[in-house]
């Protein structure tokens, strides 16, 4: 039997590092975003596959350029209708690497994106919730 844990956002099976995990989803979303690009999937897929694929190298990286990247994503996924759970990820993880630095003018800033693109589905109210305290 496999045990997962659950460690900032990521089901990571245990005995692998989030790293690791980390690392194995980054590798992944590089493939999906080539094969989307070359198979022409539609627009909502090609836009969560970017999504993964900067969460997935911002937990790698932690570089400011992919903290933006993440940001730019996610202002792209919310002129679709709905949320996803890679959106909700996507925005959770860019939030929580500001608030693990201490950005809090950033934290403001990005939380508001953040809860619009929650406040779309109901199972995530207690997210919008909370990403929309940094603004109160």
């Known amino acids: 039997m496999h045990t997962i844990r659950f460690l900032g956002g990521l089901a990571v099976p245990a005995g692998l590092?989030?790293?690791a995990a980390?690392?194995?989803a980054l590798?992944?979303?590089?493939?999906?975003?080539?094969a989307g690009n070359a198979h022409g999937e539609g627009e909502?897929?090609?836009i969560a596959s970017d999504v993964l694929l900067h969460m997935a190298?911002?937990?790698?990286?932690?570089?400011g350029e992919v903290r933006d990247r993440v940001f730019n994503a996610l202002?792209?996924?919310?002129?679709?209708?709905g949320i996803d759970i890679i959106a909700y990820l996507g925005a959770n993880a860019r939030v929580l690497h500001d608030l693990h630095r201490d950005?809090?003018?950033s934290v403001r800033a990005r939380a508001g994106l953040a809860e619009t693109l929650t406040g779309r589905g109901a199972s995530y109210a207690a997210e919008a919730y909370r990403f929309g305290l940094p603004g109160r």
Do not use: F
């Open 22 to 24: 980390s690392a194995a």
């Open 27 to 34: 590798a992944y979303a590089q493939v999906a975003v080539a």
């Open 103 to 105: 950005r809090w003018k």
């Open 57 to 63: 190298d911002l937990k790698v990286t932690g570089s």
């Open 17 to 19: 590092s989030v790293m």
């Open 75 to 81: 202002q792209v996924s919310s002129a679709l209708p």
């Open 44 to 46: 909502a897929s090609r």
